[in-house]
């Protein structure tokens, strides 16, 4: 992400504009899979960079998509992937990530060719989403998702905004309740 980015930005200035778009993954939005941190971690990263890139490239007419699809009929929980043996303890989590993603007999719901399609159509328009999210569990997690971080957000409010010097405090902490 980075080298490619870093080869491509002295063409997209002289141009004086273009499109970068970063692969990621709703997971990389949401996290939590069990089992494959190394993975949503690097994805958390490509979103990091984009955001601060998106920032950094606007005043050139450079603009930055990111990418966040849920499971497509590719290869990536397949041979591609190595899974080692999941140790007893780790069963109800990472075994049971691993056992969905290898029996899932239906496959990902995700057809590439129409992604790409989208992809294409979505970069071809004068706006595009910072983020684009291509599949029906990414749609759904990540709404799910910022719906619970922008509640957690509020009921913390008070709280967050007390750290600050001239703020109230202390404040009250939120009840269990609307936490």
Do not use: C
């Amino acid at each position: 992400v980075y080298h490619v980015t870093r080869a491509a930005l002295p063409v997209l200035r002289r141009q004086g504009a273009g499109t970068v778009v970063q692969f990621s993954s709703i997971g990389g939005r949401v996290g939590g899979s069990p089992g494959i941190a190394s993975y949503q971690a690097a994805k958390f990263a490509v979103d990091g960079f984009s955001r601060v890139l998106a920032t950094e490239t606007a005043p050139f007419g450079v603009r930055v998509m990111v990418v966040e699809p849920s499971g497509f009929a590719t290869d990536w929980a397949g041979s591609s992937m190595t899974v080692h043996d999941v140790p007893e303890a780790y069963d109800a989590t990472v075994g049971a990530m691993n056992r969905l993603m290898r029996q899932n007999t239906a496959g990902a719901a995700g057809d590439p060719r129409r992604a790409a399609e989208i992809i294409v159509r979505t970069v071809g328009r004068g706006e595009i989403p910072s983020h684009l999210l291509l599949g029906v569990n990414a749609a759904t997690m990540a709404l799910d998702h910022d719906r619970r971080r922008l509640a957690e957000a509020s009921a913390w409010e008070k709280v967050s905004r007390s750290a600050d010097f001239g703020e109230p405090y202390p404040v009250p902490l939120p009840s269990e309740e609307a936490v």
